[in-house]
């Protein structure tokens, strides 16, 4: 088991672009191909979208699981005959795969998905605020998306960013401008900018537009590989139950008081838009 940071502060984050992708690659190792058999769901806040457990089960047994795609935070999961699946683990919803039934079900399992190959593919979610529903292939319920934090181009962010008055901290974790990032990844991605999150979006310089399109896949880039980051309370793991490791590289989220990787001043941590912000004074 990897080491996990303690949640700081009011920061309900995780999990990001970075865990679901994760996610997203182990499911599409693991699953591609295989039949729903049977679907039961015993936590109905789980499937809220869908008036009843009937109807959720009904939409989704008997089709094949054929693609696996994100956009932002939400798995898509491509069905046949056509239809998607969309999943959003939100804080602490978790896909876990288990061998077959007799594999003991973890506490706060909502939703059991049976498999034609004996398999299980199980959502867990203490808090219930994760959800699955089944939709048309065009999922209109996700159209207000802006575009994903991993395909965004330079003049595309330039463009997004044009004129906000709010703080660029705030902008670059708002799903409607850029789909993906949220409070953990934003203040990785300042702090490697060099920009100071409580300024307002509109007012970067075009040089600091490209830095701070540069860390951002830089740093979503890195915490990918390394199976994204994992915080006690908010539990995320992989597919196979498995913490992520980058939060080993934090350089300033969850480290108040600790020195700054760059300079050794101390991470302070201020509240912004009622989410934590970690940052260096020195180094923005």
Same mark, same amino acid.
């Given at each position: ?6 949640r ?12 679901? @992708? ?5 499911? $599409?190792?693991?699953l591609?191909?295989?039949l729903v ?26 089709? =094949?699981?054929?693609?696996?795609? =994100?956009?932002?935070?939400?798995l898509l ?5 056509a $239809? ?10 978790? #896909? ?17 998905i049976?498999?034609d ?22 999922v209109?319920e #996700?159209?207000?998306? /802006? ?10 962010l330039?463009?997004?960013l ?11 974790? !708002?799903?409607r401008?850029? &789909? ?16 100071? /999150?409580? =300024?307002? $979006? ?12 540069? &860390?951002?896949?830089?740093? #979503?880039g890195a915490?990918? @590989? ?11 793991? !992989?597919?196979?139950?498995?913490t992520?490791?980058?939060?080993? =590289?934090? $350089? ?6 600790l020195p700054c ?24």
């Amino acid at each position: 088991m990897r080491p996990i940071l303690r949640r700081p502060g009011r920061s309900l984050a995780l999990p990001e672009l970075p865990e679901v @992708e994760t996610v997203r690659r182990d499911l $599409a190792a693991t699953l591609a191909g295989v039949l729903v058999s049977a679907v039961s769901v015993t936590g109905l806040r789980s499937t809220r979208r869908h008036p009843t457990a009937a109807s959720f089960s009904a939409a989704l047994a008997g089709r =094949r699981l054929v693609g696996f795609e =994100r956009r932002g935070k939400y798995l898509l999961v491509i069905l046949e005959p056509a $239809a998607v699946l969309v999943v959003h683990l939100r804080m602490s919803g978790q #896909l876990r795969l288990a061998a077959g039934p007799d594999v003991p079900l973890a506490k706060h399992s909502h939703v059991v998905i049976d498999l034609d190959d004996g398999r299980q593919l199980r959502f867990v979610d203490p808090r219930t605020f994760g959800e699955l529903f089944v939709t048309t292939p065009d999922v209109p319920e #996700l159209a207000q998306l /802006g575009v994903d934090a991993l395909a965004v181009t330079q003049p595309e962010l330039t463009r997004l960013l044009a004129g906000r008055r709010a703080r660029i901290k705030v902008a670059l974790s !708002d799903q409607r401008i850029i &789909a993906g990032i949220g409070n953990i990844y934003s203040d990785e991605i300042l702090w490697t900018a060099g920009v100071r /999150g409580t =300024r307002p $979006a509109g007012a970067l310089r075009p040089v600091e537009i490209g830095r701070l399109h540069g &860390a951002i896949g830089a740093v #979503l880039g890195a915490a990918v @590989e390394s199976r994204g980051s994992s915080l006690r309370d908010q539990q995320y793991v !992989d597919l196979g139950g498995l913490t992520g490791s980058y939060q080993e =590289r934090h $350089a300033v989220y969850g480290r108040e008081g600790l020195p700054c990787p760059r300079c050794g001043r101390p991470i302070r941590r201020i509240v912004v838009a009622q989410r934590s912000h970690f940052w260096c004074r020195c180094c923005r």
